[in-house]
């Protein structure tokens, strides 16, 4: 996720203010790139465990594949939806 423009506000502002804030400041941009590219890399790993593990043991089990695809869809919208929140949520911390 890009910057939201409000942080970007922020980041302009505290530029402006006096010594030794700006300073202090400059790490937490980075920090927070940081942390969304975790969420990225958590939710990887979670939807290829889910595909190349989790899956697998149901088509293995001889679950139907309709179940295995309703499973991948619901699966996806909720943690996508739960992830999206976190990447959005983070900025404001």
Same mark, same amino acid.
């Given at each position: 996720?890009?910057?939201?423009?409000?942080?970007?506000?922020?980041?302009?502002?505290?530029?402006?203010? &006096? =010594?030794?804030? &700006?300073?202090?400041?400059?790490? !937490? @941009?980075?920090?927070?790139?940081?942390? @969304? #590219?975790?969420? @990225?890399?958590?939710?990887?790993?979670?939807? $290829?465990?889910? /595909?190349? !593990? !989790?899956?697998?043991?149901? =088509?293995?089990?001889?679950?139907?594949?309709? #179940?295995? /695809?309703?499973?991948? $869809?619901? @699966?996806?919208? !909720?943690? $996508?939806?739960?992830? $999206?929140?976190?990447?959005? #949520?983070?900025?404001?911390?």
């Amino acid at each position: 996720m890009s910057q939201p423009h409000f942080r970007q506000q922020i980041t302009e502002y505290i530029g402006r203010l &006096p =010594a030794p804030l &700006p300073q202090l400041w400059r790490p !937490v @941009d980075p920090l927070h790139h940081s942390i @969304d #590219a975790g969420i @990225d890399r958590m939710e990887r790993f979670h939807t $290829g465990f889910r /595909d190349n !593990v !989790v899956l697998r043991l149901a =088509a293995r089990l001889h679950a139907r594949p309709a #179940a295995i /695809d309703r499973y991948r $869809g619901v @699966d996806s919208r !909720v943690f $996508g939806s739960i992830y $999206g929140w976190f990447r959005t #949520a983070h900025w404001y911390v």
